[in-house]
């Protein structure tokens, strides 16, 4: 018995992106080159060559413009300057000629739903009178009350509290993070041609595309409803809001796309987009909207073979009708590491299943996105001292979860020790500690070990790079006669098949074809074969 996933409707021209392997490099933490414990443009430059050998077909690059750092650079003082943090302009165009230079593709962040509130804008704003023109660029309005004491409505911040902060004039001014991340005001033109004059900045430099920062924010509904008693609003989460996935938000990702469209080299844009059902989300990838979305669906699903299946089914159904890949994500540095997710508490248990998701992942329809340190089978650190965190949702009450510092330890590239080569040898220690038991997965550690993590990662993205049934293209479930276990998940891709084994049990079944790779070996005898449990292999057929 097989059901067959494949587009209602012909694909389009194949483009890069449509199978690319993208791994996200979460700035700060990647790889320090001048010894101040905070990574820098530099640092990642020099360890590009690990992306490059791994498998992967591009990098994505957290904010590294200039920003007073209240939220980890996405609160923008300058989108076209590098903060010195991080390095010079130089530094960013050297990055992105040696990634080139290694058949690597480069993403950069732009954050388009607010600024810093240290931006010329921001500060122009405040300077100006209520009702100013240089207001209209942010959402400024009264307060409710006699004396316009209250905010204007009862919108909550993602980060905990109110969404609103007066200034000293009596207004009131909407930001749905931080208070120093104002929102911008998308009816006004303004914000259109500085936007679009940044893309093209970026672009003229060279930049593969753009992952857009909240993308279904952008836009608020007419007239700010109140949202009523329910519970806090998240970033990724359930809920319909007057603030998220609005209609209008697909007027500006047209205009992107066709800007996008404009340039030579196939430039992409990335939806980081939160929307309430799959349906939803398909429409930021519409073939004259962005190419890409984020499919949190797939990262929230919990360790189920039922629950994946359904999610697996409805995103590839949902992308078909509007001929999109979709694109699958376990982890990011926004939400605690998946071998942690998946473990419950127990790291042995989270990191079978965390081999057995990538492979599962990798596996699919479409592209995929890692995160830096998921190769090493890095887990979240979840004992930082309080005094170091610098979440800002971790100071704020009843707001996300404030546990964001966790997934972006900075990564440990070799030795006995912290900073484990992140750092040069005798620098001062990293922004955030990294635990004694990393010294066993560093890239050092698991370079040349058939069974580390890093290896699988790596034999795994070379296959997939070499198999012609896998990436881009249609998949089968498969069941095999008499059918199998509960918990047990099998389909098929031209030439290969892909077994999933989510119980604590090993779960035996004809075997499929010849083995490629496994998370876990499984055990042959003939015509059958065992699957460990939390195990996921592929099959040459």
């Avoid at 590009?48 to 996405?74: C, I, R």
């Avoid at 500085?194 to 857009?212: I, K, M, T, Y």
């Avoid at 890239?443 to 040349?448: D, L, S």
Wanted: aromatic content about 10%; proline content about 9%.
């Amino acid at each position: 018995m097989t059901q067959e996933l494949a587009p209602t409707r012909p694909a389009p021209e194949r483009g890069w992106w449509r199978d690319a392997v993208i791994y996200q490099v979460y700035v700060r933490s990647f790889a320090d080159s001048d010894g101040d414990g905070i990574g820098d443009l530099r640092g990642i430059r020099e360890r590009l060559p690990h992306v490059a050998a791994l498998g992967a077909d591009a990098v994505w690059l957290t904010p590294f413009y200039a920003s007073p750092q209240a939220d980890g650079g996405y609160d923008v003082a300058d989108y076209r300057s590098v903060d010195p943090l991080f390095g010079t302009l130089d530094d960013a165009a050297e990055l992105i000629n040696a990634a080139h230079d290694l058949g690597l593709r480069v993403i950069v962040d732009i954050v388009p739903n607010h600024t810093s509130d240290q931006h010329a804008w921001f500060r122009a704003a405040l300077a100006d009178q209520q009702g100013g023109p240089a207001r209209e660029r942010y959402h400024f309005h009264p307060g409710r009350g006699a004396a316009g004491e209250r905010p204007p409505n009862d919108w909550e911040s993602v980060f905990g509290g109110p969404a609103w902060t007066r200034t000293p004039d009596g207004d009131w001014y909407l930001h749905l993070f931080a208070p120093q991340q104002p929102d911008l005001n998308w009816h006004s033109p303004e914000v259109h041609e500085e936007f679009e004059s940044v893309l093209r900045f970026w672009l003229g430099l060279g930049v593969d595309g753009f992952r857009v920062d909240v993308a279904h924010g952008m836009v608020k509904a007419e007239g700010l409803p109140d949202i009523g008693a329910r519970e806090q609003a998240k970033m990724i989460g359930s809920q319909v809001l007057p603030f998220f996935d609005q209609d209008g938000v697909h007027d500006i990702h047209r205009s992107w796309r066709r800007l996008l469209d404009s340039y030579d080299g196939e430039r992409i844009g990335v939806a980081e987009a939160w929307a309430p059902s799959p349906e939803r989300l398909a429409l930021y990838v519409r073939p004259d909207e962005l190419h890409q979305a984020f499919n949190f669906q797939f990262l929230n699903c919990p360790w189920d073979a039922q629950a994946m299946r359904a999610v697996i089914e409805t995103s590839l159904a949902a992308t078909a009708l509007v001929g999109a890949p979709t694109t699958w994500v376990l982890s990011n540095h926004d939400v605690v590491r998946h071998l942690t997710r998946y473990g419950g508490g127990d790291e042995t248990l989270g990191l079978r299943r965390a081999r057995a998701a990538a492979l599962l992942m990798l596996a699919l329809p479409g592209s995929a996105y890692l995160y830096q340190g998921e190769e090493l089978g890095l887990p979240e650190v979840t004992d930082l001292p309080d005094e170091v965190r610098q979440d800002p949702s971790f100071f704020r009450t009843d707001g996300q979860d404030g546990l964001r510092d966790g997934a972006r330890v900075p990564m440990p590239w070799s030795g006995d020790a912290a900073p484990y080569g992140f750092s040069p040898d005798g620098a001062d220690p990293s922004w955030l500690p990294q635990p004694d038991a990393w010294k066993s997965l560093t890239v050092e550690a698991q370079t040349g070990d058939p069974h580390s993590t890093l290896e699988l990662y790596r034999s795994a993205l070379a296959l997939r790079r070499d198999l012609p049934g896998l990436g881009d293209g249609p998949m089968t479930w498969e069941q095999p006669p008499g059918g199998y276990p509960d918990g047990l998940l099998m389909f098929s891709r031209p030439g290969f098949v892909c077994t999933l084994n989510t119980t604590p049990r090993p779960a035996e079944l004809p075997t499929p074809g010849r083995l490629l790779l496994a998370s876990e070996a499984p055990a042959e005898d003939g015509a059958t074969v065992t699957l460990p449990a939390d195990s996921c292999a592929w099959w040459a057929i």
